[in-house]
């Protein structure tokens, strides 16, 4: 009888060490209109910081522009990693705003 106990303690012994060592994985199961998925468990763009923000919308450069003295905008167009936001300023001088297209931040203003 003792040799049993010792073999079933040895046993789970081995199976707590094995699962011990193996990494851990969180994974979910998602059932939506498109079906049965699976969650692997991280999400893609993400990091520590939290979710990656978006590109600027033409809404939110021409608001940053007309922060910066554009009054009448005659276009937005994104150019890579830029927005530039063309038009005039009060005194009716052709402008253009150049934007960081994720961050917002003025890069340039050409009057």
């Known amino acids: 009888m003792q040799s049993v106990s010792k073999l079933l303690a040895g046993s789970v012994f081995a199976m707590a060490l094995g699962l011990a ?42 608001r940053i522009a007309r922060r910066e003295g554009l009054v009448d905008v ?3 167009d994104r150019r890579g990693p830029r927005m530039i936001v063309r038009g005039s300023d009060r005194r009716g001088d052709d402008m253009t705003v150049v934007l960081d297209s994720r961050s917002g931040d003025v890069i340039d203003v050409r009057r």
């Open 21 to 62: 060592a193996a990494p851990a994985f969180a994974q979910g199961i998602s059932i939506g209109p498109g079906g049965v998925q699976v969650d692997p468990g991280y999400r893609r763009g993400y990091d520590d910081r939290g979710p990656p923000r978006s590109e600027l919308s033409r809404g939110e450069a021409t």
């Open 74 to 76: 005659d276009g937005v």
